[in-house]
């Protein structure tokens, strides 16, 4: 057991090693900007296949982007976890072009059960969308052999 690893550099190797392996925000173009403790960043740009009859993003797109960062922060310790539950509230439509930047963050962990927030701006830092979540630890390590490489126990203690 290693109770003195650098829990950001364990972050940011999760999510390296989750990014190849997640297609869904590869193909929408989602890029990870940043992953450490308890948050995570992502960007994406609005394209025109994100559009719906309104000529504005569909807010599926806006869910799957805040789902998208919300997994890489529920995940950052290396202990699997899945989303529970996630709620989205949509406050100003995104445009054709808009670059989306969604900031996931850790409101309280307890046990296997986190709540976490997802706010989603555009490039005006205007908020587009607020999401909160909860996850589920489950058994696991997300990314299998990093604990080892880590120091980590199987239960990433």
């Known amino acids: 057991m290693n109770h003195d690893i650098d829990k950001d550099q364990l972050a940011k190797a999760v999510a390296e090693g989750i990014y190849p392996r997640d297609k869904a ?64 509230s949509y406050t100003l439509p995104a445009q054709l072009g808009d670059v989306l930047t969604a900031r996931a963050q850790l409101i309280s962990l307890s046990g296997r059960s986190g709540i976490y927030d997802v706010e989603i ?22 990314v299998p052999g990093l604990n080892a490489r880590f120091g980590l126990d199987e239960k990433g203690a």
Not at 124 to 131: S, Y
Not at 136 to 141: A, I, Q, S, Y
């Open 25 to 88: 925000s590869q193909t929408l173009g989602v890029e990870i900007v940043e992953a450490r403790d308890g948050a995570a960043t992502a960007r994406m740009t609005v394209r025109d296949d994100m559009l719906n009859f309104h000529g504005t993003c569909h807010g599926g797109f806006l869910y799957t982007l805040a789902g998208s960062v919300f997994a890489y922060v529920i995940n950052s310790d290396n202990r699997a976890a899945v989303v529970q539950s996630g709620s989205i």
């Open 121 to 142: 701006t555009n490039q005006n830092d205007q908020i587009v969308a607020l999401f909160r979540g909860q996850s589920r630890k489950v058994n696991g390590e997300s």
